[in-house]
Nanobody, 124 residues
């Protein structure tokens, strides 16, 4: 069993920054590719960013490219999402997900484990 716990959400003004963390426990972190997803009220879950199990490859949704950065620290079993230049449309519950694989996927159903999510609210 793998447990994922997100922290770092909150309220920020447009143009501001937030950093999310996802701590992973229960299995060997370096065996898992990780993804960040978000879901706004009334909308489907949306892929935000993914990182390979080695941390060497990353991928971003077009909507966040150039503003968000995903990274991981295998010594801390943690994946991060640095969010800059936030916009009101970034408001959502952000969840991290883990897949027992070397590469990330953009489809939520491909992931094996999920965190409970953390709320990010961007005011205009």
């Amino acid at each position: 069993q793998v447990q994922l716990v997100e922290t770092g959400g909150g309220l920020v003004q447009a143009g501001g920054s937030l950093s999310l963390s996802c701590a992973v426990s229960g299995r060997t972190f370096s065996n898992y590719a990780m993804g960040w997803f978000r879901q706004a009220p009334g909308k489907e879950r949306e892929f935000v960013a993914g990182i390979s199990s080695s941390g060497g490859r990353t991928y971003y949704a077009d909507s966040v490219k150039g503003r968000f950065t995903i990274s991981s620290d295998n010594t801390k079993n943690t994946v991060y999402l640095q969010m800059n230049s936030l916009k009101p449309e970034d408001t959502a519950v952000y969840c991290c997900a883990a897949k027992y694989d070397s590469r990330w996927y953009s489809v939520p159903t491909q992931y094996d484990y999920w965190g409970q999510g953390t709320q990010v609210t961007v005011s205009s």
